[in-house]
């Protein structure tokens, strides 16, 4: 539903919303707001190793598609602030890397 509906509206032209929670955030935007979903990576992952299995899993209670997490998981990736361990000649999400996080989230 989360991929169906990203897709659909990138733009934000569209809504989709539940009538029980007035409190949701706008979720569909042309340039979203990821710092929630760094936040709840650094919540949920901070000193541990995570395979991209389980970080796919792990996303099914976001309100972000895969997408959202490679984005931040390569800049992580790309600069260092996270440890990644590959499987094959190239990195690729679909091979399961193991990404390591460091205990505490890097200062900007």
């Given amino acids: 539903m989360k991929d169906a509906l990203w897709s659909l509206t990138p733009d934000g032209s569209f809504t989709a919303s539940e009538r029980d929670s007035a409190d949701q955030?706008?979720?569909?935007?042309l340039d979203p707001d990821l710092s929630p979903l760094e936040n709840a990576i650094w919540r949920d992952f901070a000193g541990k190793s995570v395979d991209?299995?389980?970080l796919y899993n792990w996303l099914l209670s976001q309100?972000?598609?895969?997408?959202?997490?490679?984005?931040?998981?390569?800049e992580y990736r790309n600069n260092g602030i996270i440890g990644c361990e590959e499987t094959g000649d190239r990195f690729?999400?679909?091979?399961?890397?193991?990404?390591?996080?460091?205990?505490?989230r890097?200062?900007?």
């Fill in 92 to 104: 690729a999400f679909k091979r399961n890397p193991i990404f390591t996080f460091p205990a505490k």
């Fill in 52 to 54: 991209m299995a389980g």
């Fill in 63 to 74: 309100t972000y598609v895969k997408k959202h997490l490679h984005q931040i998981l390569s």
């Fill in 106 to 108: 890097p200062t900007n």
């Fill in 25 to 29: 955030p706008i979720l569909i935007t």
